[in-house]
């Protein structure tokens, strides 16, 4: 799902002036950030469903990262560290961008996110499983990364005819980002 969060992350651009795009970018994996050093150290794991190989086979065990409460913490976190920089607004939408990798990772992951850190209380794992359709989800991502990309490169386009320079640049941004979120999209769909 990384081509879907930067598609996501690009869409809110073209909404979201103000806010740096790399911010947004940032803020879209920033969970997946966190659980690298933390599946590196051992903590949380990932493993491959039975049976299954390629995209969407893991099982992902990232049971501090993508909990429920770790992910409101941590999307607390990143949102209160950007407040300096860009100010309360933008602060408040890179909060919630970091937030939305855990809304959208529900709709592919299969039931393996708790709601609370470690699942101490153990209640049932959440996950709609869509990478079980490995079709259905690469076309939800592919969904994400154009979508964001058109709507990127008309928000782009308008700032650039306001400031009366020409639309080349952001017809190459938004294709970078089209074509960079295709090709990360294929990377993750043929392994």
């Given amino acids: 799902m990384?081509?879907?969060?930067?598609?996501?992350?690009?869409?809110?651009?073209?909404?979201?002036r103000s806010t740096p795009l790399w911010?947004?970018?940032?803020?879209?994996?920033?969970?997946?950030?966190?659980?690298?050093?933390?599946?590196?150290?051992?903590?949380?794991?990932?493993?491959?469903a039975p049976g299954r190989h390629g995209y969407g086979a893991a099982i992902i065990h990232a049971d501090?990262?993508?909990?429920?409460?770790?992910m409101l913490v941590l999307s607390a976190i990143l949102g209160a560290a950007c407040w300096p920089f860009w100010?309360?607004?933008?602060?408040i939408v890179i909060g919630l961008v970091a937030a939305s990798h855990w809304a959208f990772d529900l709709?592919?992951?299969?039931a393996d996110m708790p709601i609370f850190?470690?699942?101490?209380?153990?209640?049932?794992?959440?996950?709609?499983?869509?990478?079980?359709?490995?079709a259905a989800?690469?076309?939800?991502e592919l969904a994400l990364v154009l979508g964001g990309a058109w709507v990127y490169w008309r928000a782009a386009k308008d700032v650039c005819l306001r400031a009366a320079r020409g639309t080349r640049l952001a017809t190459v941004a938004a294709l970078?980002?089209?074509?960079?979120?295709?090709l990360v999209l294929w990377l993750d769909a043929s392994s």
């Avoid at 850190?117 to 490995?134: C, D, M, S, T, V």
């Fill in 2 to 16: 990384i081509a879907g969060h930067f598609g996501f992350a690009a869409l809110v651009k073209g909404r979201e």
């Fill in 23 to 48: 911010m947004l970018m940032l803020a879209s994996v920033w969970l997946d950030i966190v659980f690298v050093p933390l599946f590196v150290a051992g903590i949380e794991t990932i493993e491959l």
């Fill in 64 to 70: 501090y990262t993508h909990s429920v409460v770790g």
């Fill in 87 to 91: 100010g309360k607004r933008s602060a």
């Fill in 107 to 110: 709709i592919v992951h299969r």
């Fill in 117 to 134: 850190p470690a699942n101490l209380p153990h209640l049932p794992r959440l996950g709609f499983g869509l990478w079980q359709f490995p």
């Fill in 137 to 140: 989800s690469i076309a939800l």
């Fill in 176 to 182: 970078l980002i089209a074509v960079c979120g295709v």
